[in-house]
């Protein structure tokens, strides 16, 4: 890969070890996968922020990073394993909390806002359309592709904070519009009726799609919520973290479309959730916010919430970003929902925190969320926000 003078010298160790360690990996990186050379990037969002992926290994390695490492670019975090601030409510080990308070402080050594959210474009690291950048959250790598048209590879922990040191990512993979072009048609002749549905939806096309761009027609219609929801799951499943929906989102009319075609009826939908769902109908933990909850989200909670108390027995979570819960404060929507009973997990998601043995059953509109839930041996169900407060009200999935 071709560097320029500056280039080679950060490289060499002239700006300090946390920039020749980035160059070291950049430059390995863009080797591999044959890059020309590096582009700079607007923003970044690094993954890899919870201690229990990271464990003392990935501390010691941020910790030596952090002495004379600072991000040159807007660097956001991803979920954290805890709640930053109530971390005991979620019933989490003060020693967990101790290890995760250290892995923080170095990112906060480092300059990165300390965001922990996937849903960074909600929090004001929002890039612009066709915008370089290095993002590391698979569901929030499929937005800023497809939903926004930033240009971003799916970067791992340590490439993105590489990125972050050196403003610049090798460009290679989907930063190159030669490889951003559609490879599979996908006609849904299914109707969506309700958030899950996306989840369902995702499932179906990243199992079809199978690691292909896909270009979607047939679906009239989509808010943010059922976009980031579609984002998380359709990358879970199997797709690239990239699709063009027509009529639907950025650069979809420019493309071409792709002659090879595979339909999405009615029953792959029901079949999604029939491999989604687990046979078991008493509920230990409802945690919806898989990506972050929007304001919309946590609106729509406090509203299904409002007079009813959640289930002994049963744990309700709200996964959101800090920020969205202070809105939520703002307007008043904290109180319903915790004088139900139910909890906010800022900064943290069900995938993250440390749940292994917990809790045996889950219920989320996220089929993200279910994915991630049966590695830490849960079983699962999906379904709207209805049904998950339903869930959450009874201790029961009803349907
Ligand atoms: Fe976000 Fe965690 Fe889901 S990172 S997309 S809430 S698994």
């Not at 060499?12 to 070890?17: F, I, L, N, P, V």
């Not at 030596?64 to 975090?77: I, P, Q, Y």
């Not at 590489?162 to 990512?169: D, N, S």
């Not at 830490?376 to 009200?393: F, H, L, P, Q």
Request: with cysteine.
């Amino acid at each position: 890969m071709y560097l320029t003078e500056k280039e080679q010298r950060m490289l060499e160790g002239a700006e300090g070890y946390a920039v020749r360690k980035s160059m070291e990996i950049l430059v390995a990186l863009g080797d591999i996968y044959d890059a020309k050379s590096l582009i700079k990037v607007g923003s970044v969002q690094v993954a890899g922020v919870s201690y229990h992926n990271l464990g003392d290994a990935g501390l010691e390695f941020l910790n030596e990073l952090a002495k004379d490492g600072k991000v040159r670019v807007l660097t956001t975090l991803n979920p954290a394993g805890m709640d930053l601030e109530n971390w005991q409510q979620l019933g989490i080990s003060p020693e967990f909390a101790e290890k995760q308070n250290l892995v923080i402080d170095a990112f906060k050594r480092m300059g990165i806002l300390i965001s922990c959210t996937c849903t960074p474009y909600l929090i004001g690291n929002l890039p612009l359309y066709g915008e370089h950048i290095a993002w590391s959250e698979s569901s929030a790598v499929t937005f800023a592709n497809s939903v926004i048209g930033a240009k971003t590879n799916r970067e791992g922990g340590p490439s993105a904070l590489a990125a972050a040191f050196v403003g610049k990512t090798p460009c290679y993979g989907l930063h190159l519009d030669e490889n951003r072009v559609p490879e599979v048609h996908v006609q849904v002749n299914a109707e969506l009726t309700k958030l899950s549905d996306w989840g369902a939806l995702g499932y179906a096309i990243g199992k079809k799609a199978e690691n292909k761009i896909p270009y979607i027609t047939g679906v009239k219609a989509a808010d943010l919520d059922e976009l980031k929801s579609f984002c998380a799951s359709v990358v879970t499943y199997g797709a690239k973290p990239l699709f063009y929906i027509k009529g639907i989102t950025p650069g979809a009319e420019q493309q071409p479309q792709p002659k090879e075609t595979v339909t999405i009826e009615q029953a792959d939908i029901k079949n999604a959730y029939d491999n989604i769902n687990d046979e078991v109908s008493d509920i230990e933990l409802v945690c919806v916010g898989c990506p972050h909850c929007s304001i919309n989200e946590i609106a729509k909670v406090a509203e299904l919430l409002e007079g009813k108390k959640v289930a002994d027995g049963t744990e309700f979570w709200v996964a959101t970003s800090r920020t969205a819960k202070q809105l939520a404060d703002k307007r008043g929507y904290t109180q319903i929902i915790e004088a139900a009973g139910a909890k906010f997990a800022c900064d943290t998601c069900m995938a993250v925190a440390p749940l292994k043995g917990r809790f045996k059953s889950l219920a989320t509109t996220s089929a993200k969320g279910c994915f991630y839930s049966r590695q830490n041996n849960m079983k699962t169900k999906m379904g709207s926000m209805e049904e998950c407060v339903e869930a959450a009200v009874t201790g029961k999935w009803s349907s």
